[in-house]
């Protein structure tokens, strides 16, 4: 079993609508949860993180962890064709040397169409 | 911004021939990483290294090398080039909860 474990979509959505991105994870130790964006022919820049359970919010986006079902989503309010993108969850442990050592979920592409 | 370069966006080398893949961060961060990017399977992590002549293998790391020599730059070596070693290659430095990426650097190996 992969440690982190995301739905791979592809998803294509109307312009407007509510976007659903979600990952699983095997690990209890992990401590930090975060989501990247990944534009075509770039490199992923981070959304969100957080540490503990519940939701974080930032502008259109909602990040939502549940440590008890080992469960982290993405939300996207209001979807715009400029978040047509890849999405990657990431899961990581803090402090020591592995500090920075993330593991990625598969990733999600996602469409939104006008 | 932090800025996290790498030396070259396409590369397309022969099977056998060393390959040297060079990445530049300009935030003295101590955290450095390689990893590579396949569809489907995600990033996944080749090295990384937590402070000058410091590196630990990562998931992937056969067939790879590296070197950090100065805190700035850390380099990814490919021993000996083989076809399924053709991928998208990211560098990443590390400091406080954030990773940053640089644009990648996409190889093709024939």
């Known amino acids: 079993q992969k440690e982190v474990e995301q739905d791979p979509g592809p998803l294509s959505v109307p312009e407007g609508a509510i976007v659903s991105l979600n990952c699983t994870y095997s690990?209890?130790?992990?401590?930090?949860f975060m989501w990247y964006r990944q534009y075509s022919r770039k490199g992923p820049e981070l959304l969100m993180y957080t540490y503990s359970s519940g939701n974080k919010e930032d502008g259109r986006f909602t990040a939502q962890v549940d440590k008890s079902s080992k469960y982290i989503s993405l939300f996207i309010r209001d979807s715009q064709p400029s978040d047509s993108a890849t999405y990657l969850c990431a899961i990581g442990h803090a402090g020591g040397t592995s500090y920075g050592k993330l593991t990625f979920g598969q990733g999600t592409i996602l469409t939104v169409h006008p | 911004d932090v800025k996290v370069t790498q030396s070259s966006r396409y590369l397309v080398k022969r099977t056998g021939e060393k390959v040297f893949l060079e990445c530049v961060q300009d935030?003295?961060?101590?955290?450095m990483f390689w990893y590579r990017q396949d569809p489907g399977l995600g990033l996944r992590l080749i090295y990384f290294s937590y402070d000058v002549k410091m590196k630990e293998k990562g998931d992937i790391p056969e067939g790879y090398s590296v070197s950090r020599e100065k805190k700035e730059r850390f380099s990814l070596i490919l021993e000996s080039a083989s076809t399924n070693q053709t991928s998208m290659y990211l560098c990443?430095?590390?400091?406080?909860?954030?990773?940053?990426f640089g644009s990648g650097t996409q190889l093709s190996v024939l």
């Open positions: 990443a430095s590390f400091d406080t909860e954030k990773l940053f």
């Open positions: 690990n209890s130790a992990f401590q930090y």
């Open positions: 935030m003295d961060h101590e955290n």
